[in-house]
């Protein structure tokens, strides 16, 4: 029981973090995929309520790591719409860093359960956080670009945006 509390407040504690990122970037690509990242959050608070209360509850896959890939793949230059706030590197990074947390704290929680149903949503939970991962570490990269690319003819080779 205290496993799933825990788990709904951190569930809800990303929720928070990630509307407030969609605030603070109204306007650009990025309000819509920490929106997409919050909903995910939201839902995963509903399924973990739902094993707490015992009441049915279904496991699908977010779509927001496709819809996010096809938003970085449709963008000509992502740059020219996001500007970089002073500290909107650091906010990612810190994100990256809660999206990790949570995964090894599901994956703590999935070995220390006794229960079959709750190793199954900590599994699906796992696999879900991962995808948050995943899309982060995207936003980080096409963000730090213009701080790593070198425009020079005696580098090698440079790779293609």
Known sequence: MKILVAAIEMETDLEKYYLKQ???????????????????????????RSKLE??????????????????????????????????QLDSLRFALDMEKKSIDAYK???????NKD??????????QEKK?????EELIFHLNKPNDWVEDAEFTQRHEY
């Open 54 to 87: 015992e009441i049915d509850y279904s496991l699908e896959d977010s779509k927001s790591l496709q819809e996010t890939k096809d938003l970085f793949k449709n963008m000509e230059d992502f740059n020219l719409d996001i500007k970089e706030l002073p500290s």
């Open 108 to 114: 703590k929680m999935q070995t220390e359960s006794d």
């Open 118 to 127: 709750a190793k199954e949503v900590f599994e699906f939970l796992i696999k």
């Open 132 to 136: 948050h991962f995943e899309i982060i």
């Open 22 to 48: 969609a605030k603070i970037n109204k306007g650009n690509e990025l309000e819509q995929i920490f929106t997409m990242l919050a909903n995910d959050e939201k839902e995963h608070a509903s399924i973990l």
